[in-house]
């Protein structure tokens, strides 16, 4: 079975959802060692899992930057939106799953192939952490707080104990944090997620 691995950017107060300046997908000149983190992380894997929003503005920023590692790794790697209203996904190496999120999820981890990586996408990605998916969280974790926006789990959201393999800091100040989600998953009491 392949592993999904969730990978997001966060604030040191939790916060996933991009409300202010603390991210910039764009190298800067003191991130040398953090982009060689995310080269080898995009290395071995072979499949980006989205969702719509995410996928949106991914495509339409990251093939005008394809020049960037970034750019050039998501151009050509194997893309997946979960999506009820996208038909037709308009990049190279791309594919809409456009059943039931979680059962799409669960169905793509059973195929043949290399790890999946889901990154952004804040609905997507309570949705399968909740649904117990999700076998190993990475965070990069931002020198900023934003007091405000969505964390990394739902509200009402549960998971097992998590492991910790690996912490790395890099000179720009954000720090990498790696857990393995033990066996058993997440569980959510309610939702009032808006849909996708």
């Known amino acids: 079975m392949r ?3 969730l990978t997001e950017n966060i604030t040191v107060d939790g916060r996933i959802e991009m ?6 997908p764009s190298p800067q000149d003191d ?3 953090l982009q060689e983190e995310l080269d080898r992380q995009g290395a071995s894997s072979d499949a980006v899992l989205l969702g719509r929003q995410t996928f949106e503005d991914f495509r339409g920023y990251w093939p005008h ?5 970034a750019g050039a790794y998501l151009d050509q790697v194997q893309k997946y939106v979960v ?3 996208m038909t037709e996904p308009r990049w190279r190496n791309s594919t809409v799953l456009s059943g039931d999120p979680v ?3 669960r169905r793509l981890k059973t195929t043949a192939g290399g790890d999946i990586v889901l990154t952004g996408s804040i609905t997507l990605a309570h ?3 909740a649904a117990g998916l999700v076998d190993e969280i990475r965070l990069f974790v931002y020198p900023a707080v ?4 969505k964390g990394l789990v739902a509200e009402n959201t549960s998971l097992p104990a998590l492991e910790l393999l690996g912490t790395r800091t890099f000179r720009c100040g954000v720090v990498l944090l790696r857990y393995a989600v033990t066996a058993g998953g997440g569980s959510r009491e309610s939702s009032t997620e808006p849909g996708r």
Do not use: N
Not at 19 to 24: P, T
Not at 65 to 69: A, F, K, N, P, R
């Open 127 to 129: 949705e399968v952490i």
């Open 3 to 5: 592993r999904l691995l």
């Open 31 to 33: 991130v040398g060692d």
């Open 103 to 105: 059962e799409e999820v």
């Open 65 to 69: 930057h394809t020049d960037e590692s």
């Open 83 to 85: 999506s009820s209203s």
């Open 19 to 24: 409300l202010d300046d603390w991210f910039d």
């Open 146 to 149: 934003q007091g405000r926006g």
